[in-house]
């Protein structure tokens, strides 16, 4: 995967009650609750305080989660599924 630019930032686009977007760079991403259920009953501030770091991960320190963006770039290629 490029890595992308210096200047690329993170943003939580939406937040609904299936789950959230993010822009990243030009590109945006769903991240459903039901795959990522850490987010589900966080505190809207927690969802919103993202870190893009290195370019490539993602850090939530409120919610100390972090996902690198392989992941959803290529979901099948992480096939691990988290089970509530």
Do not use: C, Q
């Amino acid at each position: 995967m490029k890595p992308l630019g210096k200047n690329t930032s993170v943003e939580v686009s939406h937040i609904s009650p299936r789950g959230l977007w993010l822009l990243i760079g030009e590109r945006e991403y769903l991240l459903p609750f039901t795959e990522y259920p850490w987010f589900a009953d966080a505190k809207v501030a927690d969802i919103h305080d993202v870190k893009l770091l290195r370019g490539h991960h993602l850090h939530w320190p409120s919610l100390d989660f972090d996902l690198d963006l392989a992941a959803l770039n290529d979901p099948a290629g992480y096939p691990l599924v988290y089970k509530v």
